[in-house]
Nanobody, 121 residues
Framework: QVQLVESGGGSVQAGGSLRLSCAVS????????MAWFRQALGKEREGVAG???????SYADSAKGRFTISRDNANNTLYLQINNLKPEDTAMYYC???????????????WGQGTQVTVSS
């Protein structure tokens, strides 16, 4: 069955870094657009970064300069490197897979359970 399993979250101080991972199985990973979304308490889920099957990348304005998305098609794994973490980055981070390109949650077919990132000042 389809599985997306995130890991790498945690509690860090502002200015620190984290590398989130998403291990994928159950579908043809290399042909899907993959993305990271996040949802803070009381806020809507927002797209952070996406990477298409051809390697094209898109970032939300809030992620530009500090976030780096990458994918390893040989190992069916998606990554998100976050540097210079800020308290406003505190959220549950989800990876997701879609057949279409974009950072709109509605187009994503498969979702992981999320990994929590908490940034203290």
């Amino acid at each position: 069955q389809v599985q997306l399993v995130e890991s790498g979250g945690g509690s860090v101080q502002a200015g620190g870094s984290l590398r989130l991972s998403c291990a994928v199985s159950g579908f043809t990973y290399a042909t899907y657009c993959m993305a990271w979304f996040r949802q803070a308490l009381g806020k809507e889920r927002e797209g952070v970064a996406g990477i298409d099957s051809d390697g094209s990348i898109s970032y939300a304005d809030s992620a530009k300069g500090r976030f780096t998305i990458s994918r390893d098609n040989a190992n069916n794994t998606l990554y998100l490197q976050i540097n210079n973490l800020k308290p406003e980055d505190t959220a549950m981070y989800y990876c997701a897979a879609a057949r279409r390109w974009g950072l709109i949650a509605e187009i994503y077919d498969y979702w992981g359970q999320g990994t929590q990132v908490t940034v203290s000042s």
